[in-house]
């Protein structure tokens, strides 16, 4: 099975703060196929944010997929909509719950250091 690794905005910005090489960590933990996406909303939340320019050039540089919503839903709820051919990378603590509650795959920090994935099959 293909998964589709999507990029919350907040994850992006905790990585590069505790500077994580997200593309390098996903690699060690994720043996199976799957490529990684951000949504355009998550784009949009990153203006004005830390490090704004840096995480957009990492995103191109890595010819990170972006997934186009017409919606005018919240990131977070578009995200905990997706289903389980998607994994969700975030920090974001009340969406992580939204996601376990729904036993969806999610990819997070840990000890500032390393990803962890959880609840793939």
């Keep these: 099975m293909m998964y589709t690794i999507v990029l ?8 590069l ?4 090489d997200v593309f390098g960590e996903i690699e060690k933990i ?12 998550t ?3 990153l203006k004005g944010k830390p490090n704004e320019k840096l995480v957009k050039a990492l995103l191109n540089k890595k010819k990170v997929n972006i997934i186009k919503t017409n919606t005018k839903d919240y990131v977070d709820d578009i995200l905990a909509k997706l289903d389980k ?6 920090q974001d603590i009340d969406l992580k719950r939204r996601l376990e ?3 969806l795959p999610i990819i997070f920090i ?3 250091k390393y990803l962890e994935l959880k609840n793939v099959l």
Aim: aromatic share 12%; charged share 30%.
């Design 101 to 103: 509650t729904k036993k």
């Design 8 to 15: 919350d905005t907040n994850f992006l910005i905790t990585a």
């Design 30 to 41: 994720c043996i199976f196929d799957y490529n990684i996406s951000v949504l355009d909303k």
């Design 110 to 112: 840990r000890q500032k």
């Design 85 to 90: 051919s998607f994994i969700i990378a975030t």
């Design 43 to 45: 784009l949009t939340e």
């Design 17 to 20: 703060k505790f500077k994580i």
